[in-house]
């Protein structure tokens, strides 16, 4: 039965390459519309699936694919600031949020969707990069899930070394010198699939989830986003720093990293992973930041591995 506040949201079917008979809505958050997809169809449980940043529903088809055809329901979103959410910044391109606490009204409006849906319990997560910092966060916060599988989680930001120190410079004087809505330094407003090649990419190995990926915000630039804003670094940085003081949750976990990880900082991990009672890091030789965009031997071990994960803690 549909509830009178779930309004139907438009998904790209055929960009996505997602199972059949998604459900795309739009949900309120605070003072933010985003936008959820979910796929009722398995009845082992329902992964809620945290993208990264940048990153949109249609990006998930074919992970959603993969999940579904293991025999689990799924429920993925549009954080606030990209895909078709509300974006908080005149320059739709520059990703930007006030405080990460934001994003865990969005967390929260997804599982009252999750409920609303009737989709299967139990609930398990599935986060990857700026998703694993909010997912961590609602683990923390008591998220209701049995077991967390996360893909190159953003603990840290990676930088140049001579960045670094510019970085909490520039992201501490942001608010005085009125920088906070500029984007932060070495980004821009083109998003990284239309600016990079192929070729030296820092995101997969796999040419065809390359295109898979690009022809998703080349063909509807509304999905795409570009760099973000200072604002937003300070308060990734703060939320990472916060977290990393706390102790690991009880959840069992498994953390999936490619060896060749450029996009988030790899040291952060190993020593949240090490101290995870119940956790497991699970190296990637040679694979990029993208475990699930990697090809298909790379996406079968993780999906196989996350469903066993899922299975043993029902």
């Known amino acids: 039965m549909k509830h009178d506040a779930v309004l139907p949201a438009p998904f790209h079917a055929g960009l996505a390459d997602a199972p059949p008979d998604a459900t795309c809505v739009w949900l309120?958050?605070?003072?933010?519309?985003?936008r959820v997809a979910w796929w009722k169809a398995g009845d082992k449980g329902t992964v809620?699936?945290?993208?990264?940043?940048?990153?949109?529903?249609?990006?998930y088809g074919r992970a959603a694919g993969d999940l579904v055809a293991?025999?689990?329901?799924?429920?993925t979103i549009d954080w606030r600031g990209q895909g078709l959410a509300d974006r908080a910044l005149p320059d739709r391109r520059e990703g930007h949020v006030g405080d990460f606490s934001e994003y865990q009204q969005d967390l929260d409006a997804m599982l009252a969707e999750a409920t609303r849906a009737g989709l299967p319990q139990p609930w398990f997560m599935l986060a990857h990069s700026m998703g694993g910092c909010i997912g961590l966060r609602g683990l923390m916060r008591g998220m209701p899930v049995k077991a967390a599988v996360f893909s190159a989680p953003m603990w840290g930001i990676a930088m140049a070394a001579w960045?670094?120190?510019?970085?909490?410079v520039v992201s501490a004087l942001a608010a005085p010198l009125g920088l906070t809505n500029r984007f932060a330094p070495s980004t821009s407003a083109e998003t990284y699939l239309l600016q990079a090649p192929f070729a030296g990419n820092v995101l997969t190995t796999d040419r065809e989830m390359w295109d898979y990926m690009r022809r998703q915000v080349a063909e509807v630039p509304d999905l795409a986003?570009?760099?973000p804003s200072i604002g937003w670094l300070k308060q990734a940085l703060r939320e990472c720093a916060a977290l990393a003081v706390l102790p690991a949750?009880?959840?069992?976990?498994?953390?999936?990293?490619?060896t060749a990880?450029?996009?988030?900082?790899?040291?952060?991990?190993?020593?949240?992973?090490?101290?995870?009672?119940?956790?497991?890091?699970?190296?990637?030789?040679?694979?990029?930041?993208?475990?699930?965009?990697?090809g298909p031997a790379v996406r079968e071990?993780?999906?196989?591995?996350?469903?066993?994960?899922?299975e043993a803690n029902r």
Not at 265 to 278: E, S
């Open 249 to 258: 949750p009880k959840v069992p976990a498994i953390c999936a990293l490619g």
């Open 70 to 75: 293991r025999g689990f329901s799924v429920i």
């Open 301 to 310: 071990r993780f999906f196989d591995r996350a469903a066993a994960l899922f």
């Open 261 to 294: 990880e450029k996009v988030v900082d790899v040291p952060p991990v190993h020593l949240r992973m090490a101290g995870w009672a119940n956790g497991q890091l699970d190296l990637y030789p040679g694979a990029e930041h993208e475990i699930m965009m990697e």
């Open 48 to 59: 809620l699936l945290l993208p990264g940043r940048t990153e949109c529903v249609e990006k």
């Open 225 to 227: 986003l570009g760099g």
């Open 28 to 34: 309120q958050a605070g003072a933010a519309r985003i």
């Open 163 to 168: 960045l670094r120190p510019v970085a909490s």
